[in-house]
């Protein structure tokens, strides 16, 4: 079974500047999909950024990037210039090949706290 | 474009009553999943459900829920003779059927408070 570990329960950083969450998985598939996800405090769960596990390519959405180590199931998210409203629970996901399980497996979550 | 719409935002229930929670996917979405988040962790899937069919109800506990998605109306997730443990917030997520690397779209969850 898959399993999803983030070994932050909580940071923070000083606005405008940089902070990486970090998150491992553990599979035996070669294709997958992995992603970030931000609950604030109204608990909604919004997508941050996705990342195909055939592309070698890093995923970036503006101040979001991720790092992507396939060999070492390593799947890192940069936060830059960090903004207040980025205050958040995140949580890293797996989501298996198409045409297998299409449920997400999430990690217990990092606690981010961006301060003035 | 309405989203996942998740309704009761808040349930509080005594011990030993029912509780059913709905969730309305988003226009075009056949597919809908419900998740189960503890305070402090993750989000652990329950089951995954298309209309009239139960795909993946391998994280449901085998006991007291149940989950329905009729051909009309919304996904229903029911809880009968709750305990306190059961409280927790449940989120709801749609997708149309192949979702690759779509993302998921969630609700905004329905906390339920058990007394």
């Known amino acids: 079974a898959q399993t999803v570990t983030q070994s932050q329960p909580e940071m923070s950083v000083q606005e405008a500047e940089t902070v990486t969450l970090s998150c491992t998985y553990d599979?035996?598939?070669?294709?997958?999909?992995l992603f970030w996800y931000k609950q604030p405090p109204s608990r909604q769960m919004i997508l941050v950024i996705r990342?195909?596990?055939?592309?070698?390519q890093n995923a970036t959405e503006n101040r979001f990037s991720v790092n992507f180590q396939k060999a070492a199931k390593s799947f890192s998210l940069k936060i830059s210039d960090s903004q207040l409203g980025d205050t958040a629970m995140y949580f890293c996901?797996?989501?298996?090949?198409?045409?297998?399980?299409?449920?997400?497996?999430f990690g217990k979550g990092t606690k981010l706290t961006v301060n003035p | 474009n309405a989203g996942v719409m998740q309704n009761p935002r808040h349930l509080v229930r005594r011990r030993g009553q029912e509780a059913r929670l709905r969730c309305s996917p988003m226009?075009?979405?056949?597919?809908v999943y419900w998740y189960r988040q503890l305070p402090e962790e993750g989000l652990k899937f329950m089951v995954y459900?298309?209309?009239?069919?139960?795909?993946?109800e391998s994280g449901m506990p085998k006991e007291r829920f149940s989950a329905e998605f009729p051909k009309e109306g919304p996904s229903i997730l029911r809880i009968q003779q709750v305990v306190r443990g059961d409280s927790a917030a449940y989120f709801c997520?749609?997708?149309?059927?192949?979702?690759?690397?779509?993302?998921?779209?969630f609700g905004n969850g329905t906390r339920l408070t058990v007394t």
């Open positions: 997520a749609s997708s149309p059927p192949r979702t690759g690397n779509s993302p998921l779209h």
């Open positions: 599979t035996s598939e070669n294709n997958y999909y």
């Open positions: 990342q195909e596990a055939y592309k070698q």
């Open positions: 996901a797996f989501k298996g090949p198409q045409g297998g399980s299409e449920k997400l497996v």
């Open positions: 226009k075009g979405h056949s597919h």
């Open positions: 459900l298309q209309k009239e069919n139960i795909i993946d």
